[in-house]
């Protein structure tokens, strides 16, 4: 039985983004036509280029879908009144996949502007989770049992 991970991303992207890596962005989420060039991995280590945040369909091994959208932020603007692009992901990769997959996390944070907390990656073998952290210099994957405190909320 192979392994999944269910991999969960809410940023602000770069209001300034450029119009080859928006549409980029956009083929990602399986919104538009592939880029000539995509340079969101090193595509040619890994066979070919996909869509890996395209959504609209049932996890495979979670529960709940897989879902992806990008909108402007038109009621958060930044300092300057310039409106950012809100992100939101949720997707379960294929262990096979989550090498690339990550990498396109990696292009994807260098795009963004959110800093501290941006998701998760939940895996199904271990049934660990991690934290994934961005700061200005790049990103941690902070493993959530190395936390001090646990909050537990009882539903009566």
């Known amino acids: 039985m192979s392994d999944y991970y269910d991999l969960f991303l809410a940023v602000d992207l770069s209001p300034d983004l450029s119009e080859p890596a928006l549409e980029e962005v956009r083929w990602l989420l399986g919104q538009a036509e592939m880029p000539s060039a995509p340079r969101s991995a090193d595509w040619e280590t890994w066979g070919y280029p996909w869509q890996v945040f395209a959504g609209g369909s049932a996890s495979h091994a979670f529960g709940g879908a897989d879902v992806s959208q990008l909108v ?3 009621d958060r603007p930044d300092r300057d009144g310039v409106v950012p692009w809100a992100l939101t ?3 379960c990769v294929h262990e096979d996949e989550f090498g690339v ?3 396109v996390v990696e ?3 260098r795009q963004a502007t959110t800093e501290g907390w941006v998701g998760f990656v939940r895996d ?6 991690q934290h994934i952290v961005r700061q200005p210099g790049g ?3 902070v493993d959530v049992r190395s936390a001090e ?3 537990q ?3 009566s």
């Open 89 to 91: 992901v949720r997707i």
């Open 149 to 151: 405190k646990r909050f």
């Open 107 to 109: 292009w994807l944070l």
């Open 124 to 129: 199904t073998a271990l049934e660990d989770i």
């Open 72 to 74: 402007p932020a038109v």
């Open 139 to 141: 990103f941690d994957l």
């Open 153 to 155: 909320i009882s539903w």
């Open 101 to 103: 997959v990550m990498e």
